[in-house]
């Protein structure tokens, strides 16, 4: 299994509302008092907080939220003038690894809710998690299907490149289930690190098929064809995110994660494909 080195681009379920620190908060809230658009009003791209967060926001996230979140951080700028997020893309199981080996960050999320629960465990979150979105699995193919793949017991006949995520990536876990309830198992090629990379080789033409998220293979575009497959709708991850205990920009931290779970966010989020929390 190949490792991936996280990419870095500048650019447990929650209860109810979205908990951070009270330190950040009340540093928001204080700082957002000079804006236009009023004290506690949520931060989009049409309500400037050019006084409210500046600096730069560490965001580990997972590999499927690689284009959405770079929008996002794109959009989040343009909202706060003086702010620049940077994010560290990879699987869920990789960047809990780092945040407990110390890596600086201010926000994490994860692409299922196993791995911010570790996250927890180790002491690396503040405050309660929040979920935002949720997937589900698909089958992705090269361009045209030479391998006519049309359902998930394809992916397990003689001869089938298939190319999966490893088992404690989210979207491996997610497979391992499809495979109990469906009592097909697959006998991969490969086991990547992430979903990107199980993209990258179907794409590429060195695999026949890959199991990824909906979302991975509707902002391919026309790199791979899709074949969904209807044991998918029982097997829903949930994408939590959270604050980082002593992340170095605790304020600009909870103003991303509430960017990312207000209006703003729902709409880049249900456009590239992910369900509602």
């Known amino acids: ?26 540093a928001l ?26 600096g730069t926001i560490t965001v580990f996230a997972a590999a499927s939220l690689t284009k959405t979140f770079t929008e996002l951080g794109r959009e989040f700028e343009k909202a706060n003038p003086g702010s620049t997020v940077t994010f560290s893309f990879a699987g869920s199981s990789d960047l809990v690894t780092q945040l407990t080996a110390g890596a600086p ?41 030479p391998a006519h793949i049309s359902a998930w017991a394809d992916l397990a006949e003689p001869g089938v490149k298939t190319v999966v995520c490893a088992p404690q990536v989210p ?64 097997v829903v991850n949930t994408y939590p995110i959270a604050s980082i205990e002593h992340g170095p920009n605790a304020t600009g931290g909870a103003a991303f994660i509430a960017f990312v779970t207000g209006p703003e966010g729902r709409k880049v989020l249900e456009a590239a494909g992910f369900g509602a929390p």
């Open 105 to 145: 960050a201010d926000v994490f999320a994860s692409a299922d809710e196993k791995n911010m629960k570790k996250a927890i465990g180790a002491g690396v979150t503040d405050g309660d998690p929040v979920d935002f979105a949720t997937n589900v699995l698909a089958i992705a193919v090269p361009r045209g299907d």
């Open 171 to 234: 979207c491996g876990a997610a497979t391992a289930t499809v495979e109990s309830t469906t009592g097909v198992k697959l006998h991969p090629v490969s086991q990547e690190s992430s979903v990107t990379d199980v993209l990258g080789k179907v794409s590429s033409g060195e695999a026949d098929a890959g199991v990824v998220y909906a979302t991975d293979v509707k902002g391919a575009g026309d790199s791979v064809d899709s074949v969904p497959f209807p044991e998918a709708r029982d």
């Open 1 to 26: 299994m190949k490792t991936e080195r996280p990419d870095r681009t500048i650019g447990t379920r929650g209860r109810g509302r979205l908990a951070i620190s009270g330190a950040a908060l009340a």
């Open 29 to 54: 809230l204080l700082a957002a008092t000079g804006c236009s658009a009023g004290a506690g009003a949520p931060v989009t791209s049409q309500t400037p907080t050019t006084h409210a967060v500046t």
